[in-house]
């Protein structure tokens, strides 16, 4: 029988220092393993296929949601789609360690439901819209419309958070990575 692992299931809205957070945690703590999502966006400069994403035609993910192997897929951004295979969380497990996602606000609350037990939701927060809004901007990877989207959605997701077990706020990196390791460490090894 398929033995269960736990999972760390890590938002908040983008720019939040989501995916710094999850590098941060995979290269600390080596029982952890990334769950690599399908997606339909195009590939950025600096990522690989298949490390970061598996970047999907939109008739390659529409048969994958036709053939029922998302445990839970979201447009995130308009005609842009997302999703956690649970092929990934089977490998993950069947190898012996827990699965770290990175995942939008909706997807991070399906997850959280369908394992309320042995998983661990995590809502990354920046305490203004106006933080965000310079850390959008200073990645330099999205142009002017794409950050005014990414905003609205990250309004929304802020009334969302009350649904996470932890909030927590990313205002100095240094203390953020600091408390997240002991909160996922107690959680997993305790
Ligand atoms: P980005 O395009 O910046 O890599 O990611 C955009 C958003 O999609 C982020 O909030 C990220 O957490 C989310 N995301 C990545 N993979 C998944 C997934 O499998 N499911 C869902 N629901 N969201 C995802």
Redesign the pocket.
Known sequence: MLKQGKMIIL?G??GSG??TISNFLLSTIPSLQF?I???T?PIRPCEIHKK??FFLSNNEFINKINNHHFI???E??PK?F???LKQEILRIWNSNYHVL????V???I?LKTKYPHNSLSIFLMVNSIKILENRLINRNSENYYKIYIRLKKAKIEYNLSKFFDIVLMNLDLFITKQKIFKIVSNFLFN
């Open positions: 938002s809205s983008s989501k995916t769950s999502s399908c997606t966006r970061d994403y839970e897929w979201e995130v951004y842009l997302y999703g956690t996602f990175d995942v939008d909706k997807g991070a399906n």
